[in-house]
């Protein structure tokens, strides 16, 4: 695990922004979400909300009832890429995903969900796997720190080098979270509503 690797991962990741409120690709402002799910999961009706970027209005695309198939489909206008949500009935936790003009379809599995459309969602989803790349280191640190302390192999220059690397870790995700929640556009505003409150107090004053 070396430090050049996650500073040039991170570096790559900011330059990689080109989403932005105002950034829709043509003249056409209709919109095509389309989005099926796993008939395990038993949901028959699901609600599009929309949010604006100064995080004080919300509307609703209104509420689909399940089409054959295990279907959910929605059809209207959107002035550009705003920052949206599903409600699947019976589930407390929003599905985040960009509203935008042109086709986005979603699968809903029993334990993930796929995004395809068009440049914004492209954005999003880079956003989400590379915190989860760093999350994944994370977890393998513990992971060793976790096996090596099981079977008295830990010594106390480990243990330091250990929690030097989740600290850095730690301050990669929290540097990449609060970066991506103030470049604007709508997965800046996605990312402030999921991950706002994860970020220690240093991170937040900034972002206010």
């Not at 690709?25 to 796993?38: K, L, M, P």
């Not at 301050?171 to 997965?187: C, E």
Request: aromatic share 12%; hydrophobic share 35%.
């Amino acid at each position: 695990m070396k430090l050049y690797y996650y500073i040039l991962t991170i570096l790559t990741a900011f330059t990689a922004f080109s989403c932005s409120e105002s950034s829709s690709t043509n003249d056409n402002s209709g919109f095509h979400v389309s989005c099926t799910y796993d008939a395990s999961l038993n949901r028959d009706s699901a609600t599009l909300y929309f949010l604006e970027e100064d995080y004080n209005k919300l509307s609703s695309a209104g509420l689909c009832v399940v089409k054959p198939g295990n279907a959910f489909e929605w059809q209207g206008h959107v002035t550009g890429p705003k920052a949206a949500f599903l409600k699947l009935s019976n589930d407390s936790v929003p599905f985040y995903f960009v509203l935008e003009p042109g086709e986005t379809t979603i699968k809903v599995h029993r334990t993930s969900w796929e995004i395809n459309g068009g440049q914004c969602n492209k954005e999003y989803t880079r956003f989400m796997q590379h915190r989860k790349s760093i999350i994944k280191e994370k977890n393998k640190v513990f992971n060793y720190y976790l096996k090596i302390a099981a079977d008295s192999t830990l010594t106390a220059t480990t243990e330091k080098d250990i929690l030097a690397q989740d600290s850095i870790l730690s301050d990669s995700l929290h540097r990449y979270t609060a970066w991506r929640m103030i470049t604007g556009g709508p997965v800046a505003v996605i990312a402030r509503e999921r991950f706002f409150n994860t970020l220690p107090k240093q991170y937040q004053i900034k972002i206010k």
